[in-house]
C-alpha cells in the first residue's frame, strides 16, 4: 500500500511539473503583450521599446523561463504588470473567495448527492426514481449561465431574499461577502450534484446486484444494517474520485459563474488578467488551479487505496 501512495505522489508531482512548463509556453505563444494591449493607440515604436525594456519583456523567452522557474522554486509568483504589487497578494484575498465559494458548494452538493443517489436506487424504477433522474438530467443539460439567470429570477428579484450580483469587493470581510455567496453556490451545487447523484445511483445498483448483497439477503439482516453496514460503503468506493473531481471543478470551473454574479473570485481575476495580458497573474492562476486538480485527485486516490482492502494489502 505504502508503495502504491509513493507512486501516486511522484506521479503528482512530475504532473505537476509538465502542467507548469505547459501552462508558461502557452500562455507565451498567446498573441500581443501587455505593452501593446497598455499603450493601445498612443504606441510608437519608441515608447513600446521603452515599456518592454522596464517590464523585461524583451528578454528572450527562454530567459524567462528559467527566470520564472526560478521565482516560482522560491515562493515568488513575480509581480503582476497592472498592478506592479506582487502577485500573491493580489491572488491571496480572490483565492480565499473562490475556497469560500468552492467550499459552501460543495457542502451543500455532495451529502444531498449521496442522499438522493441512495433513494434513487433503492426506490429504483418506482415514480421517485424516475423523478429524482428527470430532475437530473434537467440540472445536468442546462448550461449554467442559464440556472444562474433563472435563479436571479427566482430569488432575487421575484423572492428578494438574495442580491443578485455581489458588490462586495476582493478584501471585504467575510460578513460582507456572504449575502452575495449563496446564490453562485447554488448554480454550482447544481450541476455538481446531478453528476454526483448519478454515479450514486448506478453503483448503488450494481453493488445491491451484487454475490455478498444476495447472501445479506439470504441472512435476513434488518435492512437498515443492510444499507448502512454492506450497501453504502461498498457502493460510495468509486464516488469518491468523482467526488474529489466534483471539489476541483468547483474550485476550477467557477469562472462563468463568477462573471455572471459579479464575484471577486479567482476566475474573474483571471479573465481580467488575460484581457489586460498581465501574464505573471494568468500564469499563477492557472497554475493554482492545476495544482488544485492534481492535489483533489491525488487525495481521492490516497483515500480509495487505504478505504479499499484489497488495495490495502496490493
Not at 530567459?63 to 502577485?87: E, I, K, M, N, Y
Not at 429570477?153 to 452575495?180: D, H, K, R
Request: hydrophobic share 55%.
Amino acid at each position: 500500500m505504502w508503495a502504491m501512495l509513493l507512486q501516486r505522489c511522484l506521479y503528482g508531482g512530475f504532473t505537476l511539473i509538465v502542467v507548469a512548463c505547459v501552462v508558461f509556453w502557452v500562455i507565451e505563444m498567446l498573441p500581443g503583450d501587455f505593452c501593446v494591449n497598455y499603450l493601445g493607440r498612443s504606441m510608437t515604436p519608441i515608447n513600446l521599446a521603452q515599456c518592454r525594456a522596464e517590464l523585461g519583456l524583451d528578454t528572450p523567452v527562454a530567459t524567462r523561463f528559467v527566470s520564472w522557474w526560478g521565482q516560482l522554486l522560491s515562493g515568488d509568483f513575480g509581480t503582476s504588470l497592472t498592478s506592479r504589487a506582487p502577485v500573491s497578494d493580489t491572488l491571496m484575498p480572490r483565492l480565499a473567495n473562490t475556497l469560500l465559494l468552492g467550499g459552501i458548494a460543495t457542502v451543500m452538493a455532495i451529502p444531498l448527492a449521496i442522499l438522493l443517489g441512495l433513494i434513487a436506487a433503492l426506490k429504483r424504477d418506482s415514480w421517485i426514481d424516475s423523478s429524482l433522474s428527470s430532475l437530473v438530467l434537467i440540472a445536468m443539460t442546462v448550461p449554467e449561465f442559464i440556472s444562474a439567470t433563472l435563479l436571479t429570477l427566482a430569488f432575487a428579484i421575484w423572492l428578494p431574499w438574495f442580491p443578485a450580483i455581489t458588490v462586495a469587493g476582493a478584501n471585504e470581510s467575510l460578513w460582507n461577502l456572504l449575502p452575495g455567496v449563496w446564490l453562485p453556490a447554488i448554480t454550482l451545487a447544481l450541476v455538481a450534484m446531478a453528476h454526483m447523484m448519478r454515479m450514486t445511483r448506478s453503483n448503488t445498483i450494481s453493488v445491491m446486484d451484487s454475490d455478498f448483497m444476495n447472501m445479506a439477503r439470504i441472512r435476513q439482516l434488518p435492512r437498515w444494517r443492510l444499507v448502512i453496514r454492506h450497501l453504502a460503503p461498498a457502493a460510495l468506493l468509486p464516488t469518491i474520485s468523482l467526488a474529489a473531481m466534483t471539489i476541483a471543478w468547483l474550485l476550477g470551473g467557477v469562472v462563468i459563474v463568477e462573471q455572471v454574479f459579479n464575484y471577486p473570485g479567482l476566475g474573474r481575476l483571471m479573465i481580467s488578467a488575460i484581457n489586460d495580458r498581465d501574464m505573471p497573474v494568468v500564469q499563477t492562476c492557472a497554475l493554482v488551479l492545476s495544482v488544485t486538480y492534481v492535489l483533489c485527485n491525488l487525495v481521492a486516490d490516497m483515500l480509495v487505496i487505504v478505504l479499499n482492502p484489497k488495495l490495502k494489502t496490493a
